[in-house]
């Protein structure tokens, strides 16, 4: 039996697909290291990420000895700029500062070539909170049809490991790039060639999004996809990307307010949906995110007022008449 955190993650990332209880006990009261840029700002905490090329997601490298996030940070390359430094604090705090960095996708434990043991953006909230994600496989349900896949996209059936997660075949499309064993950990049902199979909901995100019509019904079922997924750094990016779009940028502006939102990050999205309906004031969900976010800061007249404001040009809108 391992003992200590970093062995914990050194054994979960040589076996994916294990049982991750005692990584999770472990890190509730563990102190981890990050990477930080000394920025201007000493209030500030600039924490190293690496994008991911295909989803676009930022992941933040975590480590559970000061040793190794200091190898990693001489080993690193960043663009000139502030010296990569180590900085170790309770995970618990460090997690919660992680989901409020614009495009969070995730942690990597203890990154080395070989890979990392992988926590994703559900992982880490529940950590943050002092609990225990539960234990894998995650299922997550994708109820609209999905469209915008091209017939013509590579699927292969098979089983990651028959004793692992729900009964039924499984199925991954092999030409999305990124596939990984740890993509397993979260499956979503989907019906494939008359067939119901469970799909690693990472790998379809990445198939989805690798493939070559970006038409408009395409990012649309990729953002709602993402959404129902709790993939919300990745729906971030897709959300930047549309609006450099002139004819996808009130969808894009709606569809960001509603991301912050269900990130927590309700200050950022009340900000934004206010800016926002100065240039989409036609974009109903923009009305609905405001009202939302006013209300879960417990701002009720605020949340009402948006509320009427959004009525008088959507009157039959079913979240604001809750609020009017």
Same mark, same amino acid.
């Given at each position: ?9 050194? @054994? ?17 009261g563990a ?7 000394d ?7 600039? /924490?190293w990420?690496d ?7 930022l992941?933040?490298?975590? %480590? ?7 190898d ?7 663009? @000139?700029?502030?010296?990569?430094q180590?900085?170790? =604090?309770?995970?618990?705090?460090? %997690? ?6 614009p495009?969070?996708?995730g ?7 070989e890979?990392?043991?992988? #926590?994703?953006?559900h992982?880490?909230? @529940? ?7 539960n ?11 999905l469209v ?9 059936? =098979? ?17 999305a ?7 397993f ?5 989907l019906?494939?060639?008359g067939?119901?199979?469970?799909v690693?909901?990472?790998? #379809?995100?990445?198939? !989805? ?12 079922? !990729? ?6 997924f =709790?993939?919300?750094?990745? @729906? ?5 990307? /549309? ?54 800061l ?16 959507f ?5 604001l008449?809750? %609020?009017?």
């Amino acid at each position: 039996m391992p003992n200590g955190l970093t062995e914990l993650c050194a @054994a979960a990332r040589s076996s994916p697909l294990a049982p991750r209880n005692a990584v999770y006990e472990a890190l509730r009261g563990a102190e981890v290291a990050v990477i930080r840029a000394d920025g201007d700002d000493p209030e500030y905490l600039e /924490l190293w990420a690496d994008r991911d090329p295909v989803l676009g997601g930022l992941w933040i490298p975590v %480590f559970s000895d000061l040793g190794l996030a200091k190898d990693f940070a001489t080993g690193a390359r960043r663009p @000139a700029g502030p010296a990569l430094q180590p900085v170790n =604090g309770p995970a618990v705090e460090l %997690f919660r500062a992680a989901l409020l960095v614009p495009c969070f996708a995730g942690l990597r434990l203890d990154p080395i070539k070989e890979g990392s043991t992988r #926590l994703e953006r559900h992982d880490v909230f @529940a950590l943050a909170d002092g609990l225990c994600p539960n234990e894998a496989p995650d299922i997550h349900l994708f109820e609209e049809p999905l469209v915008g896949m091209p017939e013509e996209t590579l699927c292969r059936f =098979g089983e990651a490991d028959p004793s692992y997660g729900p009964d039924g075949r499984r199925a991954v499309f092999p030409g999305a790039p990124g596939l990984s064993m740890h993509d397993f950990r979260c499956l979503s049902p989907l019906e494939l060639g008359g067939e119901a199979a469970w799909v690693p909901c990472r790998n #379809l995100a990445a198939a !989805l999004a690798s493939a070559p019509d970006g038409a408009p019904e395409r990012d649309d079922c !990729l953002m709602e996809l993402m959404v129902s997924f =709790g993939m919300l750094g990745e @729906a971030e990016v897709l959300c930047r990307k /549309l609006r450099a779009e002139p004819a996808r940028r009130p969808w894009a502006l709606g569809q960001l307010g509603r991301v912050l939102r269900r990130a927590g990050r309700l200050a950022e999205s009340i900000a934004h949906c206010r800016a926002a309906l100065e240039e989409a004031p036609g974009e109903a969900r923009l009305y609905r995110s405001l009202a939302l976010a006013h209300a879960e800061l417990d701002e009720m007249e605020e949340a009402a007022a948006v509320a009427r404001r959004g009525l008088a040009v959507f009157p039959d809108e079913p979240t604001l008449r809750r %609020f009017a």
